[in-house]
């Protein structure tokens, strides 16, 4: 999904737009997207989903299905997001190819 996000920035900023909120790749960090989209989104609608459908079926692949409805998922959800808060976007290289990335888009548009 950020990579749709970055893109549609890019798209905007070769098209002298605005760049949008969370799609500017040169100020909006990845991980932080992320760990949003599982705060205010995933994990919530997951949370409902098992409230709402208690008598759901496991999930398909689910090799405990002595478990609560939908808890694979959320337990997923729970690991990505503690993962990524191990994780940084201020990777140095990344850095200085984002800086390149950001010349070479601000050459075309002023063409």
């Not at 940084?88 to 290289?93: G, K, M």
Request: contains cysteine; proline residues 8%; glycine residues 4%.
């Amino acid at each position: 999904v950020t990579d749709e996000f970055f893109d549609q920035g890019d798209a905007e900023r070769c098209m002298g737009m605005e760049v949008s909120p969370n799609c500017d790749r040169f100020a909006t960090s990845r991980v932080a997207l992320q760990s949003a989209f599982i705060d205010n989104l995933a994990g919530p609608l997951f949370t409902h989903l098992a409230a709402a459908f208690p008598a759901a079926r496991s999930v398909p692949g689910d090799t405990a299905p002595h478990r609560p409805p939908l808890e694979a998922p959320l337990l997923q959800l729970a690991a990505n997001r503690a993962s990524y808060a191990l994780c940084t976007d201020l990777d140095p290289e990344r850095a200085r190819e984002g800086s390149l990335l950001r010349q070479h888009l601000d050459a075309d548009a002023l063409m």
